[in-house]
């Protein structure tokens, strides 16, 4: 079947750095891949979609400049957490569209940031 | 727009009994319709999907869900719940047909199994 394979699974950083997560589709390629947040006990907050070879779009209220999305290929979305913050620590997870019907999820990144 | 929701945010059940987990949704367009299972700190694992025929659609792990267009409903269940069911569910809710057709989620409803 589909895998996404997410990485890191937990990542502590100190306030004002950045981090990046990586979202790789294994054994298919994935056109959109889609980014979202997700805090404790809380349903999944869509934060961008992201298309290979253009530029995400996100939703509103989320800070373009603070998540930055690439799509560089068909196998892999990048989204790095620029200068973060405490208020960034969540759990992070990516989703890759697969056709025809599909949805495949990573198994998610547990950011936390002191 | 598109939306999902999910009555009640807990579900306690017996080990055994019947589990139900409901799900209605707001659609303009024929829906397809989506049953995720979440374990803590993982992502989603699909339990089952409905896009087109079929209105009964048997999943992974004993459970089913049916489509039902007149009550905008896609309610979840299993016959005999098990330890191992203690998770959270989301049902969801996409249009492939849209742009970025992306998924609309529920709230999330927290099943609890008693021995």
């Known amino acids: 079947g589909a895998v996404v394979s997410q990485h890191p699974s937990r990542v502590i950083c100190k306030s004002g750095t950045s981090v990046k997560i990586e979202c790789r589709s294994l054994?298919?390629?994935?056109?959109?891949m889609f980014w979202y947040r997700q805090f404790p006990k809380q349903s999944l907050m869509l934060m961008a979609t992201?298309?290979?070879?253009?530029?995400?779009?996100?939703e509103q209220g989320v800070e373009k400049d603070k998540f930055l999305i690439n799509h560089a290929s068909l196998t892999l979305s990048t989204l790095t957490v620029t200068s973060a913050h405490p208020e960034d620590s969540s759990f992070y997870i990516c989703?890759?569209?697969?056709?025809?019907?599909?949805?495949?999820f990573g198994s998610g990144t547990r950011l936390t940031v002191v | 727009a598109q939306s999902v929701t999910q009555l009640g945010s807990h579900v306690s059940v017996s080990e055994g009994a019947l589990v139900l987990l409901r799900c209605n949704y707001s659609?303009?367009?024929?829906?397809?319709l989506f049953w995720y299972v979440q374990y803590p700190n993982q992502g989603l694992q699909l339990l089952l999907k409905?896009?087109?025929?079929?209105?009964l659609v048997k999943g992974i792990n004993g459970f089913e869900a049916e489509f039902k267009k007149s009550e905008t409903s896609f309610h979840l269940t299993k016959p005999s719940a098990h330890m191992s069911d203690a998770a959270e569910y989301f049902c969801?809710?996409?249009?492939?047909?849209?742009?970025?057709?992306?998924?609309?989620f529920g709230g999330g409803t927290r099943v609890l199994v008693k021995p």
């Open positions: 409905y896009t087109t025929g079929a209105t």
């Open positions: 969801a809710v996409s249009d492939f047909r849209a742009a970025g057709n992306k998924l609309t």
């Open positions: 989703s890759a569209r697969q056709e025809p019907y599909g949805y495949t």
């Open positions: 659609s303009s367009v024929p829906p397809y």
């Open positions: 992201s298309n290979e070879g253009s530029k995400a779009t996100y």
């Open positions: 054994d298919f390629q994935a056109t959109t």
